[in-house]
């Protein structure tokens, strides 16, 4: 909770007891976490992690691979001191002490905040882009109303207990099968607000509330630990509901299987929480874990005294962790199976305050990174000179924009859908380079569908057979993955007709005996399916 707040009205009192209401709020979700051993809070309920949950069956079945990460910047980041208007003297004269004059310069116009210069070759390289000036109508100043809104993909007057990702898995796989998976497909690390993962009746994602929690699951395969109990009745009663607990949660082992497997490439300076949280994402990613959506949050954005200090520490750990995690998944092109973006509930205001801090303001950029970016900058450069009626940014992205692009050309999703899902139509944005969909008069329909119908013999000798069913036709190639996400087989298998196709599976030379995944994509979708291998 910020200490510190500037001469309105809304940021002294009001705003005070707004921050008393966000912070009950928050610890009670928490509680939701910590004070029950075998249950998960989402959205403010517990939720058993071992629940059959329809949702977390039809991420864990469908047919794409790619997977989302979302890094939550909470408290409101500064996104003029974030991404920098070189050469604005409405920003220079409402800044006179906390503007930002030396920046990496991007553009003639824009620059980042020099604590952020790991990200220049990334932009250089096209593999970070930037939304500017987004937000949404009606803009709300509360922490908590601004998070559920960017989190529900919803209006302040119309928030629901759901959130986008979470309606979206819910419409797109209503009765999906019966036998719940054996990995989470969503999950969240830190935080006590994972609206993200709730759909309208059932839950979507696990969430551990810290890192903490995590590593002790990691070593250990369990939450609790069964043995550090005093040695009496009480201990043994104590013992024995522990261990229950950790029989309960399912996916315990397969989270510690997988970041045992797992292994960082290269190396999270800095030490930060963001740094340590998106290292573990990657060696998840990299262990196999089969999650399709990752949540991490870094805090202390809400600068209302003192920024310059803070907000550079902020974006020296946000910049080293975006660049390390992008470094680390490049090492054996896993990257190409990842987009992250970053949102904050909102921005700050143009004018600094008395106490060389800024307070709650409106919109900001957001960064979207990845290998099949369309790169550069997106969106309208914020106009200094025409604010609103208390003197904040007029937002000309709404935040529903670039969420639809990542649901339609990411995931692959219909438009028809995406409007259907955050209630109402956006103006469409062409993020990426091998988007499945690029132009909003295309029919609105959902990908073709391609299928692995068998993989046989099961498990695999040198050679086998993949049956394939195709519902349009297209070029198609397939790639054998191994448990660390290597590519250890390419094959190119041309266009292939709608309908059943019976193929060849040629394994290669060497090929050691063990689990892989057999990737086959088309133009419009893709498909994984684990197999065993039995070399000779």
Request: charged content about 15%; aromatic content about 6%; proline content about 5%.
């Amino acid at each position: 909770m910020c200490t510190h707040h500037g001469s309105r009205l809304e940021d002294g009192e009001l705003h005070d007891k707004a921050h008393s209401a966000w912070s009950r709020r928050q610890f009670l979700r928490g509680m939701a976490l910590s004070g029950a051993a075998v249950t998960l809070g989402l959205n403010g309920r517990t939720v058993s992690a071992s629940m059959a949950n329809p949702i977390l069956r039809a991420l864990a079945g469908s047919a794409s691979d790619r997977i989302l990460v979302v890094i939550q910047l909470s408290g409101g980041n500064d996104g003029l001191n974030t991404v920098v208007p070189i050469g604005n003297d409405a920003y220079f004269s409402a800044r006179p002490t906390i503007a930002i004059r030396t920046p990496v310069a991007l553009t003639t116009e824009v620059g980042l905040h020099p604590s952020l210069a790991p990200l220049e070759s990334l932009f250089g390289d096209g593999k970070l882009q930037i939304v500017q000036n987004v937000g949404y109508a009606s803009p709300e100043l509360s922490h908590f109303v601004s998070t559920d809104v960017w989190l529900s993909g919803r209006d302040a007057n119309e928030l629901e207990n759901s959130g986008w990702s979470g309606r979206f898995l819910e419409h797109e796989y209503p009765g999906y099968a019966d036998a719940p998976p054996d990995h989470p497909v969503a999950l969240q690390i830190g935080g006590s607000t994972p609206l993200l993962f709730a759909g309208h009746d059932t839950s979507l994602g696990v969430t551990l509330p810290n890192q903490a929690l995590l590593d002790r699951l990691a070593a250990s395969g369990k939450l609790f630990d069964e043995q550090a109990v005093p040695d009496s009745s009480v201990g043994r009663e104590i013992a024995f509901v522990r261990r229950v607990s950790n029989d309960s949660f399912v996916y315990a082992r397969a989270i510690k299987d997988a970041f045992d497997i797992g292994r960082n490439q290269v190396s999270y300076s800095g030490g930060s929480t963001l740094g340590t949280d998106l290292a573990t994402v990657a060696r998840l990613i990299r262990g196999g874990l089969g999650a399709r959506i990752y949540h991490v949050s870094i805090g202390g954005f809400d600068t209302h005294a003192n920024q310059v200090g803070a907000h550079a520490t902020l974006m020296s750990r946000l910049g080293n962790a975006i660049a390390a995690f992008v470094a680390d998944l490049e090492t054996d092109g896993l990257i190409e199976q990842v987009c992250g973006v970053t949102f904050s509930e909102f921005g700050r205001r143009l004018y600094q305050n008395g106490s060389s801090g800024t307070d709650h303001g409106t919109a900001a950029p957001m960064f979207i990174f990845g290998s099949d970016m369309a790169g550069g900058l997106h969106g309208d450069t914020p106009d200094l000179t025409n604010l609103d009626g208390a003197r904040n940014l007029i937002a000309t992205t709404d935040f529903r924009s670039v969420y639809g692009s990542l649901l339609r050309d990411w995931f692959g999703v219909g438009q028809s859908q995406v409007d259907a899902l955050f209630g109402g139509s956006y103006p469409v944005m062409n993020l990426f380079q091998g988007s499945l969909s690029t132009s909003s008069s295309r029919p609105e329909e959902l990908p073709a569908r391609m299928t692995i119908d068998s993989i046989y013999p099961n498990p695999l000798p040198s050679q086998g057979r993949v049956v394939l069913s195709m519902e349009q036709a297209g070029p198609v190639s397939l790639a054998l993955v191994d448990i660390l996400g290597r590519t250890v087989h390419q094959r190119n298998l041309g266009v292939l007709q709608v309908g059943s196709h019976d193929l060849p599976l040629d394994l290669p030379d060497g090929l050691a005996s063990g689990t892989y995944v057999l990737r086959v994509r088309s133009e419009r979708s893709a498909v994984s399916r684990p197999v065993q291998v039995l070399a000779w």
